[in-house]
């Protein structure tokens, strides 16, 4: 291994692919590791409301059988080549992620090509995957705070795309057939609607080698269309608890829509958000943490996808502090919406976000997920290059300006996984304008 | 530029014995060199010039954990993890945290049975504001009633999600308070509730005293730095700080445990969970490496042995997971299973009881090596992907093992592991009737309903 003088270019190199596909390499020789991605233009968004987890579903039954390897032939392929594969699905993209150790690279693309363009997706294997991907929907309800989340996803988007799990229900898995995965594989798994990525120990001539050689027997096809309307937020203010027994802690979300990359006002808010709840020393970590000591964390995040997103804010107190914990929280949101961010505060932020940008573009896997969701998420083109600057000419008043615009403290949701019969009336009392309240079981979906 | 010789002499000339440097050798990391460095107080500084990305992590390493603690008093080293980040001599309470932030920086910490770590990442040119800072807050901390009493919350509250509330997290708390009767890894390092409830300022201002010296620590900065300038920033933050006299360790080793030893808990979960474990070899062991190759044909990827027959095929496990625990002294090695439906850890177990049978009785096949040494080779290889883990890796094997780059040697030890390596190992370590066992099961009448569907 050694050391070469790379410096972070702004751009990853770009190679224009066959029948639409586009492959881009951000080479870095540091490590003898090469980090692979084959995208998809399409992700859970698209998966039909009753089968939500099939995009998934389908990426997955990849590596369960391909012309002349049963699934566990491809299982030890992969695990000898020093690699590892794995699929990851969001609202607009369902991506293979892999890494491989540099000298196998061109037998693991071989395989990868291989899985890609013929597989068998044998009746037993998807059977199998479907049993699997259910009893993990069912693990996950052990995580207290993978239950918030997905309760929140599925309350703040109802009836919209971005409700739906991207792993899906007991329910939709289960509904899923051999056919509608032969559908999704024709349908997306094309040249036109694949993006490929490298990063790592590849050079700039043999990285447009191997993509091509990953897209070559696939169809041609065109790109997935995006069908996904734009979110919109039910008004008034929402309590839902998650109930589970004899919790000793909450988690507790709340939400609101948030940010669209194409919004002018979007840099911002971001800075704003940043301010409000980005870091250790902010207002939410300052107040809750620090002085209180309610929780071990507090922050508050902008999701950015194609469409607007939500801002969720996240704190974890013991069942006792629940209650106030959440009154003190979205106080300090109002306060925040109401009174704007202060230049000091701004000129802080701004000074933690151009300097730590550097974190931001130290790796070549780091600069090739920039490019890839400018590409995927459909991001403007200098949404990553032109960042610092962008960042540097926000000013305290655009910063509040694009709070009070954009985030409502009266149409919002609080998800609370907790023991209901111990917070369900604290709670209530604690969110004033309250207009709906609710309980669900922790097992629901 | 000065020869490193004639440079070093004319840095140490008339300067005290505390602050005399000293250069103790260059250690091949991979292809990459530690630099080793002494300051005349104690201080070990192991520097890597990196200039792949215009970054720096300066990494603090403690040889003090949960192991240096005593029955009533324990999560006391995590606790003052914590306290680290709070108010010195020169720095107003937040202020540590602000400066970092303000210049880019991100900062954290971790304690453990072994040792305690404070690091910084930022951007390279800013790799002094960590030097100074951490000099400080090594010599200077301030502890006062409020911070400790709020800080305790916050541990109590960390606690609650890691362990009381996390299923995962109380069965493996479960697991070392059984399988360890006499050493210090029998407690958690985040302590039992009511002790983290019960300290006080001047326990932690002893605990302060006691293991935060110079001589107790190795620092280690990983970028683009340049080694002169870094060194003289060292020392002149560092050069003030004096030795301490580090308490000889009171320990007394697990006595061999003769005995299967077996719990139920009953947890609010939905499938029962079974955590088993064998006693395991001490990182610096040489049976380490090959009990880490055998973990990885039994539970590495989806090929393997436990993980195939369990995950995919029989289809009595969701997850199935094994780690021979890397700490300075003997550990465990960990079998982890979470059941599927109304399947059970009984169900678990006998299938990994014939996987340990078959590994006792008969030689692991030479693919099947290959495939679990080519995982290996990967994990190490993606640990060092980015400055702040090789400053870990560096850290690590420093304190634990007093050798920086000993991730390598690791990797050259998987490398010669062979087949009959791996039986010996099995033989000597898997020994059934001497491993405790925890059965996680779900509560009565707990949602067992869909599982079953």
């Given at each position: 291994m050694s050391a070469a003088r790379v410096r972070a270019r702004t751009q990853p190199l770009r190679f224009e692919l066959d029948g639409g596909a586009l492959a881009m390499l951000e080479p870095s020789h540091a490590v003898p590791l090469v980090s692979i991605v084959v995208a998809l233009r399409s992700g859970s968004a698209a998966d039909p409301a009753a089968k939500s987890g099939l995009a998934r579903i389908a990426m997955r039954m990849l590596r369960r059988g391909c012309e002349g390897l049963t699934a566990h032939e491809i299982d030890f392929r992969i695990d000898a080549l020093g690699a590892e594969m794995a699929v990851d699905t969001s609202p607009s993209t369902v991506a293979i992620h892999a890494q491989v150790i540099a000298r196998n690279l061109d037998a693991f693309v071989e395989l990868l090509a291989k899985t890609l363009a013929t597989p068998t997706f044998p009746q037993d294997e998807l059977e199998r995957l479907q049993r699997e991907s259910v009893a993990e929907i069912v693990e996950g309800r052990d995580n207290d705070r993978v239950v918030a989340q997905k309760a929140l996803q599925r309350t703040l988007f109802e009836g919209h795309p971005y409700g739906r799990n991207a792993g899906g229900t007991t329910d939709s898995i289960r509904a899923i057939g051999r056919d509608d995965v032969l559908a999704f594989h024709r349908r997306h798994v094309v040249q036109g609607n694949v993006v490929?990525?490298?990063?790592?120990?590849?050079?700039?001539?043999?990285?447009?080698?191997?993509?091509?050689?990953?897209?070559?027997?696939?169809?041609?096809?065109?790109?997935?269309?995006?069908?996904?309307?734009?979110?919109?937020?039910?008004?008034?203010?929402?309590?839902?608890?998650?109930?589970?027994?004899?919790?000793?802690?909450?988690?507790?979300?709340?939400?609101?829509?948030?940010?669209?990359?194409?919004?002018?006002?979007?840099?911002?808010?971001?800075?704003a958000n940043a301010v409000f709840g980005g870091t250790f020393t902010s207002r939410l970590m300052r107040e809750v943490r620090s002085k209180r000591g309610w929780s071990y964390g507090a922050s508050a995040r902008t999701v950015i996808d194609r469409h607007r997103q939500a801002w969720v804010m996240w704190t974890f107190p013991a069942a006792e502090d629940a209650a106030p914990c959440l009154k003190l929280t979205v106080e300090l949101m109002e306060a925040w919406v109401q009174g704007g961010v202060l230049p000091r505060e701004v000129a802080f932020i701004q000074r933690y976000l151009?300097?730590?940008?550097?974190?931001?573009?130290?790796?070549?896997?780091?600069?090739?997920?920039?490019?890839?969701?400018?590409?995927?998420?459909?991001?403007?083109?200098?949404?990553?290059?032109?960042?610092?600057?962008?960042?540097r000419a926000v000013t305290p008043e655009a910063a509040g300006a694009a709070v009070r615009n954009r985030i409502h403290t009266g149409d919002l949701l609080a998800v609370v996984v907790g023991t209901a019969s111990q917070v369900l009336e604290p709670l209530r009392a604690a969110l004033p304008g309250l207009t709906e309240a609710s309980v669900v079981p922790f097992d629901a979906e | 530029m000065a020869t490193r010789r004639a440079w070093l002499q004319a840095a140490n000339e008339g300067v005290p014995e505390a602050a005399r440097l000293v250069h103790e050798g260059d250690l091949p990391f991979g292809g990459e060199v530690v630099h080793r460095w002494r300051l005349g107080n104690g201080l070990t500084v192991l520097l890597l010039l990196d200039e792949s990305a215009p970054v720096a992590s300066y990494h603090t390493w403690f040889k003090v954990g949960s192991r240096h603690e005593r029955p009533g008093k324990t999560g006391l080293a995590h606790l003052f993890e914590h306290l680290m980040f709070n108010e010195t001599e020169n720095l107003p309470a937040g202020t540590f945290d602000r400066k970092l932030e303000e210049n880019g920086a991100e900062t954290n910490a971790a304690t453990w049975v072994d040792w305690t770590y404070y690091y910084e990442s930022l951007p390279a040119d800013r790799i002094k504001l960590a030097v100074k800072l951490e000099a400080e807050r090594m010599a200077r901390l301030v502890l006062r009633e409020p911070q400790v009493k709020s800080e305790k919350e916050?541990?109590?509250?960390?606690?609650?999600?890691r362990v009381d509330d996390d299923v995962e997290g109380s069965a493996n708390e479960l697991l070392y308070k059984t399988a360890f009767a006499r050493h210090p890894y029998g407690w958690?390092?985040?302590?039992?509730?009511e002790d983290i409830q019960g300290f006080t300022p001047e326990d932690c201002a002893a605990f302060y005293r006691t293991y935060y010296a110079p001589n107790n620590a190795t620092v280690v900065a990983v970028g683009d730095v340049?080694?002169?300038?870094?060194?003289?920033?060292?020392?002149?933050?560092?050069?003030?700080?004096?030795?301490?006299?580090?308490?000889?360790?009171?320990?007394?080793?697990?006595?061999?445990?003769?005995?299967?030893?077996?719990?139920?808990?009953?947890?609010?979960?939905?499938?029962?969970?079974?955590?088993?474990a064998f006693k395991g070899?001490?990182?610096?062991?040489?049976?380490?490496?090959?009990?880490?190759?055998?973990?990885?044909?039994?539970?590495?990827?989806?090929?393997?042995?436990?993980?195939?027959?369990?995950?995919?095929?029989?289809?009595l496990a969701?997850?199935?997971?094994?780690?021979?625990?890397?700490?300075?002294?003997?550990?465990?090695?960990?079998?982890?299973?979470?059941?599927?439906?109304?399947?059970?850890?009984?169900?678990?177990?006998?299938?990994?009881?014939?996987?340990?049978?078959?590994?006792?009785?008969?030689?692991?096949?030479?693919?099947?090596?290959?495939?679990?040494?080519?995982?290996?080779?990967?994990?190490?290889?993606?640990?060092?992907?980015?400055?702040?883990?090789?400053?870990e890796q560096i850290g690590f094997y420093e304190t634990v093992l007093g050798d920086p780059a000993h991730?390598?040697?690791?990797?050259?030890?998987?490398?010669?592991?062979?087949?009959?390596?791996?039986?010996?190992?099995a033989r000597r370590y898997l020994v059934d009737g001497a491993r405790t066992i925890v059965r996680v099961l779900p509560d009565e009448g707990g949602a067992k309903e869909e599982a079953a569907q």
């Open positions: 490929i990525g490298f990063a790592g120990d590849v050079t700039a001539e043999r990285a447009p080698v191997l993509a091509r050689r990953i897209i070559a027997e696939l169809p041609r096809g065109e790109a997935a269309r995006d069908d996904v309307p734009e979110p919109t937020l039910r008004p008034g203010r929402r309590l839902l608890v998650v109930d589970k027994p004899e919790r000793t802690q909450t988690q507790i979300l709340v939400a609101t829509l948030g940010t669209s990359p194409h919004d002018e006002d979007h840099v911002p808010l971001v800075v151009i300097r730590s940008h550097a974190f931001d573009v130290d790796t070549a896997a780091k600069r090739l997920h920039q490019a890839l969701d400018v590409e995927l998420l459909a991001l403007p083109a200098d949404y990553y290059g032109g960042w610092v600057d962008a960042v | 916050v541990v109590a509250n960390e606690r609650r999600y958690p390092t985040i302590g039992w509730m340049r080694e002169r300038d870094l060194l003289l920033a060292i020392r002149d933050a560092y050069a003030s700080i004096p030795a301490q006299a580090i308490p000889p360790e009171d320990i007394h080793p697990e006595p061999p445990q003769l005995e299967l030893r077996e719990i139920e808990v009953r947890k609010p979960t939905v499938t029962e969970k079974l955590l088993l070899p001490a990182l610096g062991d040489a049976d380490h490496v090959p009990m880490s190759v055998l973990s990885e044909v039994l539970f590495g990827g989806r090929a393997s042995r436990l993980y195939r027959s369990l995950v995919v095929e029989r289809e969701t997850d199935v997971r094994g780690w021979v625990s890397t700490f300075r002294d003997p550990g465990l090695f960990e079998c982890w299973g979470t059941a599927r439906d109304r399947h059970t850890t009984r169900e678990i177990q006998k299938v990994m009881d014939d996987a340990f049978a078959r590994l006792r009785d008969e030689v692991v096949g030479e693919q099947e090596l290959a495939r679990a040494k080519a995982r290996l080779e990967l994990g190490l290889l993606q640990q060092l992907e980015t400055i702040p883990g090789k400053a991730a390598f040697h690791r990797v050259e030890g998987f490398r010669r592991t062979t087949a009959s390596d791996l039986r010996r190992v």
